[in-house]
């Protein structure tokens, strides 16, 4: 026995430097292949997460973050999953002991979109940004206990949201959305659009008063309908006016107006009815010309709500003088615009949308010159508004200075108060910050009289200026 106890010592000493060996290197405990699998554990929990924004390095039983992260609530969301990734840790369990996080902010999307639509079947399809995976599953889960829908989940991760309660306008959208036979609710930064048809009136008024009451900085805009007479619809190439009229000559009123506006095919499918009420047709006839060069929308006039509705997507200047047109010739009727800037329209991928307001290497000021060379602002009526023609050079200039930094401020020089602060208007209209816009006019030369003549002659001919404003401390 005395021999065999040294046999077998002598054998576990030998085997002694293989454990060891084995423990270090091979043992599935061991620190490198157990840093290995916490890594690859915790960037699949991202993955199935939803996280894809976010990856993570291993330093021993720490994980490190990195990535763009579309919000603090996105990071807290991805350290959870990377925590719980290989069960509860710790150093006995052998999972992660701590999580890191060296996420830089990914650039801010500008406009922040968020859209939920719901169908004729009462299918409710969430759509656009929301800052983080948390948000998206509450408004999932709305939907399904509030709204009693199915839902289909298009949603993306992106960061910009608006400061505010970004979540609970969103959820108050859905509350109304979930009263209507079908429509859509629109979220683009702080302004809430509903829009659909509600026949009856009592609930209809309910739901506007909703949606108008938001708190601020939010604000809705209901865009509620209950008995649409007539029509016109603008897709492709064609513009389609349907509906009620009551006589042949606001037929011929309709179609001339439409044939001088519109280059392309309109379908006359408007059919004699009961009579319209009483000055209806001024404020068809002052917004056709104008809607005439959406892209694509829907003008429609609702005799219940004493309104006419404009949907659809256009460019700013044409938004911009569809709503003059209609406070100067629309009659006792109101204006609803709920159409969007089709520079506004931006193409999403992914989970997470990495697209900022100002692209990164955008020259400002390079674009805003070059915008401001592709044609002359001009100004009507004794230089007091701006004119038609010079639409396509101010939707240009509008869409640089929504692109440049948000930082930037810009400054609009024109011959005259009230021409650089009409110019001011538009670009607040066309969606960039008041706050970014100063407005200034041109010095006299020294001993000019006050001529008004003069002045105004001045204001329409003189170009118009838009620098970028130094920063302080440059």
């Not at 990195?66 to 290989?86: F, I, M, N, Y």
């Not at 200034?440 to 006050?450: D, L, M, V």
Request: glycine share 12%; net charge negative; with cysteine.
């Amino acid at each position: 026995m005395r021999l065999l106890d040294y046999l077998w010592g002598g054998l576990a000493l030998l085997a002694l430097p293989f454990l060891m060996w084995w423990g270090i290197y091979q043992s599935p405990q061991s620190a490198v292949n157990l840093q290995a699998r916490l890594e690859a554990r915790a960037n699949a929990a991202l993955a199935e997460g939803g996280a894809d924004w976010a990856s993570v390095r291993m330093d021993g039983q720490r994980a490190v973050i990195t990535g763009a992260a579309p919000s603090h609530d996105a990071v807290t969301e991805a350290a959870r999953l990377v925590r719980r990734s290989s069960g509860p840790g710790g150093l006995i369990f052998g999972g992660v002991t701590l999580v890191e996080n060296r996420a830089d902010a990914a650039p801010p999307v500008s406009p922040y979109v968020w859209r939920a639509t719901k169908t004729a079947e009462g299918r409710i399809i969430l759509s656009g940004l929301v800052p983080s995976k948390g948000i998206q599953a509450t408004l999932v889960e709305d939907v399904r206990l509030v709204g009693r829908a199915a839902v289909d989940n298009e949603m993306q991760l992106a960061a910009g949201a608006p400061a505010g309660n970004f979540q609970g306008v969103a959820r108050l959208a859905l509350k109304q959305l979930a009263q209507m036979e079908e429509g859509e609710a629109t979220l683009t930064d702080y302004r809430l659009v509903l829009r659909g048809e509600v026949a009856d009136p009592a609930l209809r008024a309910e739901i506007a008063r909703a949606v108008s009451g938001v708190a601020a900085p939010f604000r809705g805009e209901p865009l509620l309908a209950g008995d649409v007479r007539w029509r016109a619809r603008l897709e492709g190439n064609v513009l389609t006016l349907s509906g009620t009229i009551s006589n042949e000559g606001e037929r011929r009123q309709l179609l001339a107006a439409a044939e001088e506006s519109f280059d392309g095919e309109i379908a006359d499918e408007m059919a004699l009815g009961a009579a319209m009420p009483e000055g209806w047709l001024a404020g068809a006839l002052a917004g056709l010309p104008e809607f005439a060069r959406f892209s694509a929308g829907e003008m429609a006039f609702d005799a219940a709500g004493g309104v006419f509705i404009f949907e659809g997507t256009a460019r700013p200047s044409t938004l911009y003088y569809l709503k003059d047109d209609m406070a100067r010739g629309g009659g006792r009727w109101k204006t609803a615009i709920g159409a969007e800037m089709s520079e506004s329209v931006q193409e999403v991928s992914g989970n997470v949308l990495p697209m900022s307001a100002g692209g990164a290497g955008m020259d400002c000021q390079g674009e805003l010159r070059a915008a401001l060379a592709s044609g002359q602002i001009r100004f009507t009526q004794g230089g007091a508004v701006l004119a038609r023609q010079s639409g396509p050079v101010l939707d240009e200039i509008a869409g640089v200075l929504r692109r440049c930094d948000a930082s930037e401020r810009f400054e609009i020089i024109a011959a005259g108060n009230v021409q650089a602060s009409e110019l001011a208007d538009f670009l607040v209209s066309a969606g960039v910050p008041r706050a970014r816009l100063a407005a200034i006019s041109y010095s006299r030369p020294s001993g000019e009289g006050a001529n008004q003549d003069a002045d105004a002659e001045t204001a329409a001919a003189r170009p118009v200026d838009i620098r970028i404003l130094e920063r302080s401390g440059e």
